[in-house]
Antibody
Framework: EVQLVESGGGLIQPGGSLRLSCAAS????????MSWVRQAPGKGLEWVSV???????YYADSVKGRFTISRDNSKNTLYLQMNSLRAEDTAVYYC?????????????WGQGTLVTVSS | SYVLTQPPSVSVAPGQTARITCGGN??????VHWYQQKPGQAPVLVVY???DRPSGIPERFSGSNSGNTATLTISRVEAGDEADYYC????????????FGGGTKLTVL
């Protein structure tokens, strides 16, 4: 059974850093495309980042240069390092597996972890 | 970057048909996917590749895509279908390929 479990969210001051983790089971993270998607309170879904199986990474303009997506193959875990956090980064962050053959949809999602950026 | 436009809200009576649109430039040339999200829950894929349904999704959910508009159709709407619905495409030619529509709140009257 495929499972994604996020952790690492919490309250952080503006300008601070936080690292989110997404532990996967039932499949191999490194063999799949993996993404982070976020949702600000009362708002819609916003795609944040993707890491392809080959290691290429891409980011939304809103986080480029501040966030870094990575993975640990030995732990089968996806990460999102978030630096220089802003109030507008406050959101529930979901990790999701991307069906990456050619359709590119999000077939499995974690339960989400809340990040609150506030002083 | 590619933009997807959805109506903020759609209302329908139980038993009727709901249609939620997703507009984009020549969206008919792309594969469109749809997600249902209920309050406090993660999104769930309900339609992929314009019109296919994952296992476990009722046949009442269907999709179409042509020209500049993709449509999610929910037949015989039930109270449990009340949720937010999002369309999504993958713009492989872009440096930020993941694209979601703004979402549509489906209200069952």
């Amino acid at each position: 059974e495929v499972q994604l479990v996020e952790s690492g969210g919490g309250l952080i001051q503006p300008g601070g850093s936080l690292r989110l983790s997404c532990a996967a089971s039932g499949f191999t993270v490194s063999s799949n495309y993996m993404s982070w998607v976020r949702q600000a309170p009362g708002k819609g879904l916003e795609w944040v980042s993707v890491i392809y199986s080959g290691g290429s990474t891409y980011y939304a303009d809103s986080v480029k240069g501040r966030f870094t997506i990575s993975r640990d193959n030995s732990k089968n875990t996806l990460y999102l390092q978030m630096n220089s956090l802003r109030a507008e980064d406050t959101a529930v962050y979901y990790c999701a597996r991307v069906e990456g053959s050619y359709l590119y949809y999000f077939d499995y999602w974690g339960q989400g972890t809340l990040v609150t950026v506030s002083s | 970057s590619y933009v997807l436009t959805q109506p903020p809200s759609v209302s329908v009576a139980p038993g009727q048909t709901a249609r939620i649109t997703c507009g984009g430039n020549n969206i008919g040339s792309k594969s469109v996917h749809w997600y249902q999200q209920k309050p406090g829950q993660a999104p769930v894929l309900v339609v992929y590749d314009d019109s296919d349904r994952p296992s476990g999704i009722p046949e009442r959910f269907s999709g179409s895509n042509s020209g500049n508009t993709a449509t999610l159709t929910i037949s015989r709407v039930e109270a449990g279908d009340e949720a937010d619905y999002y369309c999504q495409v993958w713009d492989s030619s872009s440096d930020h390929p993941g694209v979601f529509g703004g979402g549509t709140k489906l209200t069952v009257l």
